[in-house]
């Protein structure tokens, strides 16, 4: 069995952001980063996923929408408010931001990247639980820990429980036509109101119909309604494309077809712009220096300078195809965009138990301090509102998906997401924990494990899938970055591991 010693997101633990520097928690109702230039940042466009509201955080800004009337939101898929939003959903935000962490918004936009009926649920094959693959009308769409689930539950779709009704999904295409989903909600099904992007297989304008995966595009040039420009020439050279409309069998008569979603990234009338997507193409060098260079994202050329601020410990190596990250820079023309900064936006530590009260911006769990920002977007499996304020303390178990990151002595997690199970914890499980993260010190013979700045007794620990002596030697005798998933309790003692696994790689 291969063994991985290295998760590609685990060497980015080193942090810059001082749990001080923190002024008010994310999620719903959340604040940005206390930074003392309150001038402007940036004008242009802001997209990525919804983290929260009390005003609509994106990108990690609190973005005020009281200068757009009612709060619109413009789509066509009903989400027509921002009450309407959810967290996970990608939204474009076009106004400006500040250095405190906060913008100004002028217009919402928003747009579903799939809705329709689901085929099948497959949970991941290696038993991990990290991913399920949903079949959306034959697209492969990936939900991990991170996607914001509505109307069912991850651990229900973990289970391989099947969906009879529709989906919506707001998803980041990935470069093997894939969908990763930052959001996904369980909905009525309604055959006349299908929405469907995916590659373009086949084109035939004398029929006027192509093909997208499983399914036969049919219009009628004269009645469907093609938007950005789009003509029916254009078709023929077409990559991919969305489409809505009513769905008869295997066959989609389009009311409308456009581009696909990375019409969401297009430049605006002004030149900043700061986006999340995943990696399309790794970063490349352009000369014989390590920089300049470039990747692509969003359907963007990025442009990494001698300038550019590379932040949570990210090097060159990391930006490699599939990563989510942030980037903030500035369009140079309409597909290519020089990055000022570029941020982690991939979970890589995980954590699972009853939380305890720490400060205004963090907790605790199962002794690993957690720290919320702006980013965070706080879920509850039942569905209902959550936020840092109204978190079940010392009741219900939490779980946490969020980057590890190292500040001087501090180890934390910085959250991405909180999602509250809809049940308390019985009383036997109030001191039980589970925790994913980077090996940080072992103990030659058995007797401790250190991850995520707490020390764990390991002296009756079950090693599940790997030796302890084989860590120990990969530790002391290599560099490689260790991912141990631990399960382990509280006692008057301290922390004891009940069980250890390595974490394998997704190809095992």
């Known amino acids: 069995m291969k063994r991985q010693l290295r998760n590609r997101v685990f060497g980015l633990a080193a942090g810059t952001v001082a749990l001080g520097a923190i002024s008010a928690c994310g999620g719903s109702g959340g604040g940005g980063l206390d930074i003392a230039d309150g001038g402007i940042r940036g004008t242009g466009s802001s997209v990525g996923p919804v983290s929260g509201f009390g005003s609509v955080f994106v990108n990690g800004v609190e973005f005020s929408t009281d200068d757009i009337p009612n709060r619109e939101v413009e789509s066509n898929d009903g989400i027509t408010a921002e009450g309407l939003l959810s967290e996970g959903m990608i939204l474009r935000v076009e106004g400006e931001w500040r250095d405190d962490g906060t913008g100004t918004a002028e217009k919402l936009s928003y747009d579903d990247t799939l809705r329709g009926p689901v085929g099948q649920v497959t949970p991941d094959p290696s038993g991990a639980g990290e991913f399920v693959t949903l079949a959306v009308m034959g697209q492969s769409v990936r939900v991990d820990r991170q996607t914001v689930v509505r109307g069912t539950t991850y651990a229900t779709l973990l289970g391989g429980s099947q969906i009879a009704d529709h989906v919506r999904v707001s998803a980041w295409r990935q470069a093997d036509g894939s969908y ?104 490349t060098p352009s000369g014989g220096a390590t920089r300049p260079g470039e990747f692509t994202m969003g359907g963007l050329t990025v442009r990494v300078t001698d300038a550019t601020e590379l932040d949570d410990g990210i090097t060159l190596e990391d930006l490699i195809e599939g990563l989510l990250i942030q980037v903030e820079g500035q369009f140079l023309s309409d597909t290519v965009v020089e990055a000022e900064e570029i941020e982690l936006r991939d979970g890589n530590a995980k954590l699972k138990g009853v939380a305890s009260f720490l400060a205004d911006n963090a907790f605790l769990i199962g002794g690993v301090e957690v720290r919320v920002t702006s980013t965070t977007a706080f879920t509850a499996e039942d569905g209902s509102d959550i936020s840092f304020q109204t978190l079940p303390f010392g009741t219900t178990p939490v779980e946490v998906e969020g980057i590890e990151k190292e500040q001087g002595a501090d180890i934390f997690i910085e959250a991405l997401k909180v999602e509250v199970d809809d049940e308390p914890a019985d009383f036997e499980d109030l001191s039980k924990f589970e925790l994913e993260g980077q090996l940080r010190d072992i103990s030659p013979i058995p007797g401790t494990v250190t991850l995520l700045g707490v020390q764990i007794k390991d002296t009756s620990a079950d090693y599940d899938n790997v030796l302890r002596g084989e860590i120990v030697d990969d530790f002391f005798g290599t560099d490689a970055t260790i991912i141990l998933e631990v399960e382990y309790r509280s006692t008057s003692s301290g922390f004891i591991a009940d069980e250890i696994e390595l974490e394998e790689s997704d190809d095992d």
């Not at 469907?224 to 069998?249: K, M, Q, R, Y």
């Open 180 to 283: 990763r989903a930052g959001f996904i909600q369980v909905i009525d099904p309604d055959l006349t109101n299908i929405e469907l992007e995916g590659s373009v297989l086949t084109v035939d304008t004398n029929l006027n119909e192509f093909t997208i995966g499983t399914i036969t595009v049919q219009y009628d040039e004269s009645n469907v309604s093609f938007g950005s420009g789009l003509t029916e020439a254009d078709l023929e050279t077409a990559t991919a494309l969305e489409v809505e409309g009513e769905l008869n069998g295997t066959t989609l008569v389009a009311a409308a077809i456009d581009r696909d979603d990375a019409r969401r990234f297009s430049r605006s009338s002004e030149d900043d712009v700061e986006f999340t997507a995943t990696i399309d193409a790794p970063y």
